[in-house]
């Protein structure tokens, strides 16, 4: 029983950490931009598509870096084409936009990729099982540990320590202010929906060879993702990280112990947080969405 329980919460962090570089993404954007982006899933599902598509010309290796980039001129696109009529009107517009955007992206995968599942095999040099006490994980998920592991440090020191991520930070709360001191918003908004989408790409292109690279693998991410900025609390660096590894954690439990429930104790998790904690772990009040 041991051996199964710590095997799981190896997988449960894998998930969990997943799960945090999606939410990261969404929650920059929503945070900057003040999107609530449904379309952020059907980002993640072009990472793991142009992931796929790319493998056999530029190899693994290459993918994990050229994929996220193709996925966030995607949505340098959207943002330049679509989302910036919108600014500075009615809230509603921008969550309908980004909802007929999922749909419309979801198709278009249909469309050039056909909707049956295509398979995506981990690198060779990662193909087998490590075994560390009771312990048993497969090389690649630990990989997969590692690269969002290493990949919010680089979203944390350029939020922290880059005066574009000193810029982003401090629009997202008082944009106005930003604003008087000459800075372009409208580049600081394309650059951080890029780099929202980006990381929702790079966290396709890990997934794809766990979960099935289907147009639905959207729907997979998304709800996850609302779920973990919710319990970790908008604008929150670290609640997103440890709302993550909750999230994570339980469903990988749960799964093991108790599937019928593993699609279900996300939201009995929100519900239970936010019951205490209504802005969740970790919300702050910001003035610009009050």
Do not use: C
Not at 70 to 94: A, Q
Not at 231 to 239: A, E, T
Request: neutral net charge.
């Amino acid at each position: 029983m041991l051996e199964v329980v710590l095997s799981q919460l190896v997988n449960g962090l894998v998930l969990g950490f997943l799960y945090i570089v999606i939410a990261e993404g969404l929650s920059i954007i929503f945070g900057m931009i003040g999107v609530v982006n449904f379309a952020h899933g059907a980002f993640f599902a072009l990472g793991a598509y142009f992931a796929m598509t790319l493998k056999p010309v530029l190899g693994s290796a290459a993918i994990l870096i050229v994929a996220p980039i193709l996925v966030g001129l995607v949505g340098i696109i959207v943002e330049l084409g679509l989302m910036r009529s919108l600014y500075n009107k009615d809230p509603l517009l921008g969550l309908l936009l980004t909802f007929g955007l999922a749909l419309f992206l979801q198709e278009l995968i249909r469309t050039l990729w056909g909707p049956a599942g295509h398979p995506f095999d981990a690198p060779q040099w990662l193909a087998g099982f490590v075994v560390y006490g009771p312990i048993l994980a497969t090389k690649y998920r630990l990989a997969v540990l590692a690269f969002t592991i290493l990949i919010l440090i680089a979203i944390w020191l350029f939020l922290e320590a880059t005066p574009w991520g000193r810029i982003i930070r401090a629009g997202s709360r008082d944009a106005e202010m930003v604003s008087m001191l000459g800075i372009n918003l409208r580049t600081i908004f394309t650059i951080t929906f890029g780099v929202g989408t980006a990381l929702a790409g790079f966290a396709g292109v890990l997934a794809a060879p766990l979960w099935s690279v289907v147009p639905s693998m959207a729907d997979m991410a998304i709800m996850p993702a609302f779920v973990v900025v919710t319990i970790g609390g908008l604008g929150s660096f670290r609640g997103t990280i440890i709302a993550g590894l909750l999230v994570g954690i339980s469903v990988a439990l749960t799964i093991q112990f108790f599937p019928a429930a593993s699609s279900a104790v996300m939201y009995l998790l929100m519900a239970l947080i936010l019951l205490v904690r209504p802005r969740g772990l970790f919300g702050e009040k910001w003035e610009r969405f009050e």
